[in-house]
């Protein structure tokens, strides 16, 4: 069974709930980070030898400590299906599903 939601126009809408940002694709530019409103995301730093480091949007690169930005799915339990994130990413980078009891 997947869960539906029945909107007061009638309407059976499904939610679909992030699963998975292709790493490769995304530019760390953080709009979907702006654009979900029950902190589900956490940018983080890849360094040169593919370890991820900790960081805050709006960091630069100066310091060195990483080659590249990637958003991660953080708090996955906080996702309330609603797919802003996938609406904003330019480079398409999200993959949802609904959950099924």
Do not use: A, I, W
């Given at each position: 069974?997947?869960?539906t939601v029945t909107l007061p126009s009638g309407t059976v809408w499904?939610?679909?709930f992030a699963e998975h940002i292709a790493e490769?694709?995304?530019i760390g530019c953080g709009?979907?980070?702006r654009v979900c409103g029950r902190?589900?995301?956490q940018?983080?730093?890849i360094d040169?030898?593919?370890e991820r480091v900790a960081m805050t949007l709006g960091d630069d690169d100066d310091d060195g400590e990483y080659e590249k930005k990637v958003m991660t799915i953080a708090h996955p339990e906080?996702?309330?299906g609603c797919e802003a994130c996938a609406k904003i990413c330019p480079k398409k980078c999200y993959t949802h599903a609904p959950v099924t009891a």
């Open positions: 069974m997947t869960y499904t939610p679909q490769e694709k995304c709009r979907c980070f902190d589900v995301l940018l983080v730093g040169d030898e593919g906080s996702c309330v």
